[in-house]
């Protein structure tokens, strides 16, 4: 069941709204860009995404097949969400950072669905072999 939860950027400064089902679950990968963050993501559709500040301070990062738009606030650093397309996925979508959703309890963290991603071999539709350290 879909429910609205806000997520910012450590300053505030970035800020938005997502209608998200965490319990339909949540992912890690293993690529280079999400081993580094530490990335734990959900994903929302463009009509469930809404920017309620801060566009004019999200900086961009690309790497790779420059697929994904790695977005980040300018002011503090932080990767609150990113936007790509994938066909797989329905075309436009955001990824959403769980660690940056503010209104979510740590029980309700604790209890979340987790798949992976074997994104560092590329390999999308299975989990790497392992994944403890994500």
Known sequence: MKKTYHGSCHCGAVAYEADLD???GTFKCNCSICKKKRNWLT???PADFRLTSGEGNIGEYQFGPRI???LFCKT???S???QGENPALGGKFYA???SCLDDTTDDE???LPVGYFD???DRFDRAPEETRYL
């Open 22 to 24: 965490l319990q339909a």
């Open 43 to 45: 994903v929302a559709t």
């Open 68 to 70: 994904l738009h790695h």
């Open 76 to 78: 503090c650093g932080i």
């Open 80 to 82: 609150s969400f990113n």
């Open 96 to 98: 959403i950072s769980i």
């Open 109 to 111: 963290l604790a209890s």
């Open 119 to 121: 994104g560092r071999d």
